[in-house]
């Protein structure tokens, strides 16, 4: 009985999803690090400026921390994601046709 009431719940949460979706709406926390980021920071790296001391002219654009800088974490996270997107753009762009196919509201 617990189980059909947990899928239930499940159904009725993922047509929420879905609704909102529709609408244009998606959940979760504000982008720290935009597109333009690791640009930024590989076009500086590059000359030979460390990530430490770039960090501090990158601003959050919006959120609860909009105003501050990223923390390295996250720069190096965006860094490693933009990297591997480099070194297989076929397979991003497999992954974004797939989920304009599965969400054809956000494409």
Do not use: W
Request: aromatic share 4%; glycine share 8%.
């Amino acid at each position: 009985m617990a189980e059909t009431e947990r899928e239930a719940i499940r159904e009725a949460t993922l047509e929420g999803l879905d609704a909102a979706a529709r609408k244009g709406k998606h959940g979760g926390r504000p982008q720290v690090i935009t597109d333009d980021m690791p640009h930024t920071v590989l076009r500086r790296k590059a000359t030979g400026e460390r990530v430490e001391d770039i960090r501090k002219d990158l601003i959050i654009p919006t959120g609860k921390r909009k105003g501050e800088n990223p923390s390295l974490a996250s720069i190096y996270r965006a860094l490693a994601e933009y990297e591997k997107a480099q070194a297989y753009p076929e397979a991003v762009e497999a992954a974004r046709a797939e989920f304009v196919e599965l969400h054809p509201a956000a494409g």
